[in-house]
């Protein structure tokens, strides 16, 4: 059976249990910070965001035990342990508003590994069905129509990360972030999700490890449009929804000379600091666009 004709029914089945949900679709290379990323989201969803907006509460309703593991290893110095492929760690964060007319609204943030990433994203030259169902099919359970990475399709929001340890190579690397946004907007075209041609669901950029640019005050955009601007470029031409960047960090440990001890070895700075301020606006834009 040919993939137009098998995905249509595929898509139907998936539709009905994942097109409500707020999936957040975290999207990078390997050993980017996608892990640390959530880690840090939650952190600063405790200890910083929820003074700043009391009229918000949360509430972590799966994934609570994968949290305090990463949280843990964090605050004994160590980084998180990378994201092994095919597995998937879901995080569920509900935020309400008090009060009888509150909203509330359900983020969920999978974990998935950088090598996925390459597979969803990367690869042969296949057009848009054809790599709609390779996602769907990826690590599909026996009995199951799709696999534990559909839910990439059907995001509410997109999170694109970039390493800036690495922005000396972002120019090289600006290919393969222009694919995922090319296929990002695949996605959307085989559910018809796009109006005008272009995708209209959010898309953050996040910088990570913010702290090893060149520049560390320069602004977000500005650090990419600098370095990487055939992937702004593919943005503004898939994408119409609403955008935004920050730029997140955590220390890591240095010496004297405000060099790192051991680049290869790399071990969080303890007490546990980082760009919270820049997490609770992530965390704000989040619950506000999602």
Not at 70 to 87: I, V, Y
Not at 141 to 153: E, R, T
Not at 201 to 228: F, H, N, W, Y
Request: overall charge negative; glycine content about 6%.
């Amino acid at each position: 059976m040919s993939t137009q004709e098998r995905l249509p029914n595929i898509l139907t089945q998936v539709s009905a249990e994942l097109a409500g949900k707020n999936y957040v679709a975290i999207l990078g290379l390997s050993g980017v910070g996608k892990t640390v990323l959530v880690t840090l989201i939650n952190h600063a969803l405790d200890n910083y965001f929820l003074d700043r907006y009391p009229e918000i509460t949360s509430r972590i309703s799966s994934g609570k035990p994968f949290l305090e593991l990463c949280e843990n290893n964090m605050l004994d110095g160590e980084f998180p342990q990378r994201t092994q492929p095919l597995s998937r760690d879901e995080i569920v964060i509900q935020l309400s508003r008090k009060g009888m007319t509150g909203t509330t609204s359900e983020i969920r943030l999978p974990d998935i590994s950088g090598e996925d990433f390459n597979n969803m994203c990367m690869g042969d030259e296949i057009t848009g069905e054809e790599r709609a169902l390779k996602v769907l099919e990826m690590a599909k359970p026996k009995g199951k129509p799709y696999g534990d990475m559909g839910y990439v399709l059907y995001a509410k929001m997109y999170l694109i990360l970039l390493d800036c340890s690495k922005s000396s190579e972002w120019e090289k690397l600006a290919t393969r972030h222009a694919q995922a946004l090319t296929t990002i907007h695949e996605f959307k075209e085989v559910l018809k999700q796009t109006r005008n041609g272009k995708v209209e669901t959010p898309i953050g950029i996040i910088l990570t490890k913010a702290d090893a640019l060149p520049d560390p005050d320069q602004r977000a955009e500005d650090a990419v449009r600098s370095r990487m601007r055939r992937f702004l470029n593919t943005l503004d031409s898939i994408h119409g929804g609403k955008r935004e960047f920050f730029k997140l960090h955590v220390d890591v440990e240095r010496n004297t000379d405000n060099a790192i001890t051991d680049p290869t070895n790399l071990k969080v700075r303890k007490p546990l600091t980082y760009s919270h301020d820049e997490y609770v606006r992530l965390i704000s834009w989040m619950h506000e666009n999602i």
